[in-house]
């Protein structure tokens, strides 16, 4: 049981990295295509509203929500390999 809870305590330290990590370059590379889009469109007005209301239109959108798969896809696939091990 100590290795068990050993294994989630590393896992979930390791997906907080790849998660944390995987969220803020999905939203840098947003981030440079709104400036792209602003600069390639030559629009007036304030280039920081653009690009900020671009932003949180990207943190409601589902591309967003994907990125959690990074916690549920190896839960997922762990629990399934314990089962298989342990039940057949």
Known sequence: MFAL?????ILFVVLTI??????LYSRAVRRDKLEAEWDEEGQSGDREAFVRDGLEDYDQSLRRKL????????ILLIGTIIYFTNYN
């Open 5 to 9: 809870a050993r294994l989630v305590l």
């Open 18 to 23: 790849v998660y944390v990590s995987l969220s």
């Open 67 to 74: 990125i959690l798969g990074v916690y549920v896809v190896p």
